[in-house]
């Protein structure tokens, strides 16, 4: 059965101090108090959510527009551009985009789409070490940079200016390991914003620049984008749905849960903390205890571990509300050698950890949605103990300019169905 990152990794310890030490003595102590009084987290009420958020072609478009193609974007960690002439593709954002690094080290998103007469430049997934880009149709050639440095046969072409003529740039911002694009050429990426001090002040003592990419799966999906989301917003599910995988490793039920803007953070119990808690305070990792589970808005999930760290991306297809591609990404810290049997073993684990994903809750989010479909339900019903659900769904309505959704007693929850 696979676990999670959890492992013997040679001398991680130091690498554990990543969250600030305060902050993960106060989230330890509330799971503590949770295994102990036998309680969990605890959003006040219940919500009603609309059953058709998840099918509604209208909002899908809608979402499309606002949260994707207008919106700044994670598209990965830094490590998965190691290096000078390192790229990777990216056609989840209604354009195809090129990303690289350059020469002196700098991140690039490039619009993939050769200047000449539009064919892609480059179609491999990722590469490294590439001096430049050549056009598969006429040769055309750029640097990593993105700029135009060689056109064939110019005697014939033509004499122009090729400064005009490099691949198109998008915003692009590469700060404390997360890479950010912004899909509209005029967009702007205020990461201070998006983020917020506090957010911004964690993630940079991950260091998660640190981090190398060792892999990763994709999954076409048939279930809203959001219900690929919300898989990851509650462990109720841990005890009944994982009980043979994540469960056997996990505390279902018990997990912390704080709220920085339209992002958040929940601490998953592991059952590490058992152990843990019978060890002197200075040992207490949170990365033990745990597994926090960070939501970037819109749609990025980011699961830093004691060996490594998982990013899953959700992306809606136009035009179909019932479908999505999720990807998902592996990166260890950079104590784990390249090429030894201990990342090998990670990379098991962690293609482990991803087929959970598909097998089990994206089987149940694939169920949902044909609920969803057919329409039977007016709404599904979020408990107090699935507070970032509550959060989730709340701030896309509100960056939507719909109304967010508002907490119900549980004891009016059937009058209140009853009544709609
Ligand atoms: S379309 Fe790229 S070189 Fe002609
Ligand atoms: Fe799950």
Known sequence: MPTLMRSTAPSTKEKLVDMQIKTQIKLIKQLETHLDAGTNVDAGGLMLNPANVYADPDLAEHEWNEFFLQHPQVVGLSGELAGPGSFMTIDDLGKPILATRDSEGTFHALVNSCRHRGALVETRERGEEAKSFSCPFHNWTYAPDGSLIGLTKSSHYGQVDTSCLGLIELPSVERDGLLWIHPDPEGLIDVDALLGDELTAEFANWNLDELRYIGGDTYDVKCNWKLAMDTFGETYHFPVLHSETLGLSFH??????????????????????????????????????????????????????????????????????????????????????????????????AEGFAEIVRDEDYVQAASQQRSADHGSLEYVVFGRNEPALHHYHSTYRKALGMPPLELVDAEEVPASLNGR
Request: aromatic share 12%; proline share 8%.
């Open 252 to 349: 279902g039920n018990v997990q912390c849960y704080d709220t920085f803007g339209r992002n958040h953070r929940m601490l998953l119990c592991q059952r590490a903390i058992d152990e843990m808690l019978k060890q002197p305070q200075n040992e207490w990792r949170v990365t033990t205890a745990g597994l926090p589970v960070y939501w970037i808005f819109p749609n990025i999930i980011l699961m830093p571990a004691d060996s490594g760290c998982y990013l899953v991306g959700a992306y809606p297809i136009p035009g179909e509300p019932n479908r999505h591609i999720s990807r998902i990404s592996f990166y260890v810290w950079p104590n784990v050698e390249a090429g030894s049997d201990f990342e090998r073993g990670l990379r098991d684990v």
